[in-house]
T-cell receptor
Framework: GAGVSQSPSNKVTEKGKDVELRCDPISGHTALYWYRQSLGQGLEFLIY????????KSGLPSDRFSAERTGGSVSTLTIQRTQQEDSAVYLCASIGRPNTGELFFGEGSRLTVL | SQQGEEDPQALSIQEGENATMNCSYK?????LQWYRQNSGRGLVHLIL?????REKHSGRLRVTLDTSKKSSSLLITASRAADTASYFCATATFRNFNKFYFGSGTKLNVKP
């Protein structure tokens, strides 16, 4: 596609349920990032994939969070046993050439945990 | 933390005025970027300045970087109502120039 695509755009779930958020990066982009943005706040780094290298998971807040990237393209962020504090907008970004440093963001997935 | 911190947190100006936002960071950087976020939307890249650059222009945007003070400023000249958005700085270090840390943003309101 022309841009980074995220789905669902909105997700309401009950506390304790698992959720999956999907990111489809720009075709050919080798690096993919997940960030979390709480209401009115800045972006919190979660995880970063670069090509076939092991992902940098240093930002994942707990072991309830995991992410994978299949075939070097689509990525899924999974949150198990959701808690109310997980409510936020989850933003995905991709980057084509690391030297340019320009991140292309999707519109985000807004997660609300009741 | 390597995160940039923007200042002020909120800024309200009249259309036609200039808007200046500042970003301070803690560790040596490879580059610094500015992004804009309209309400409820994703972030859009505005401009990137590398550590060996001091000033950069793009249209009505002017970015300066002072590595000795570990700070950057974003100036928007002749602001328009459409410039109303949140503005974030993002830094990447030499150690890991592919990892970007964002600040908490400046919310700009341009009144028509």
């Amino acid at each position: 596609g022309a841009g980074v695509s995220q789905s669902p755009s909105n997700k309401v779930t009950e506390k304790g349920k698992d959720v999956e958020l999907r990111c489809d990066p720009i075709s050919g982009h080798t690096a993919l990032y997940w960030y979390r943005q709480s209401l009115g706040q800045g972006l919190e780094f979660l995880i970063y994939f670069q090509g076939n290298s092991a992902p940098d998971k240093s930002g994942l807040p707990s072991d309830r969070f995991s992410a994978e990237r299949t075939g070097g393209s689509v990525s899924t962020l999974t949150i198990q046993r959701t808690q109310q504090e997980d409510s936020a907008v989850y933003l995905c970004a991709s980057i084509g050439r690391p030297n340019t440093g320009e991140l292309f963001f999707g519109e985000g997935s807004r997660l609300t945990v009741l | 933390s390597q995160q940039g911190e923007e200042d002020p947190q909120a800024l309200s100006i009249q259309e036609g005025e200039n808007a200046t936002m500042n970003c301070s960071y803690k560790t040596s950087i490879n580059n610094l970027q500015w992004y804009r976020q309209n309400s409820g939307r994703g972030l859009v890249h505005l401009i990137l300045i590398r550590s060996n650059e001091r000033e950069k222009h793009s249209g009505r945007l002017r970015v300066t970087l002072d590595t000795s003070k570990k700070s950057s400023s974003l100036l928007i000249t002749a602001s328009r109502a459409a410039d109303t958005a949140s503005y974030f700085c993002a830094t990447a270090t030499f150690r890991n120039f592919n990892k970007f840390y964002f600040g908490s943003g400046t919310k700009l309101n341009v009144k028509p």
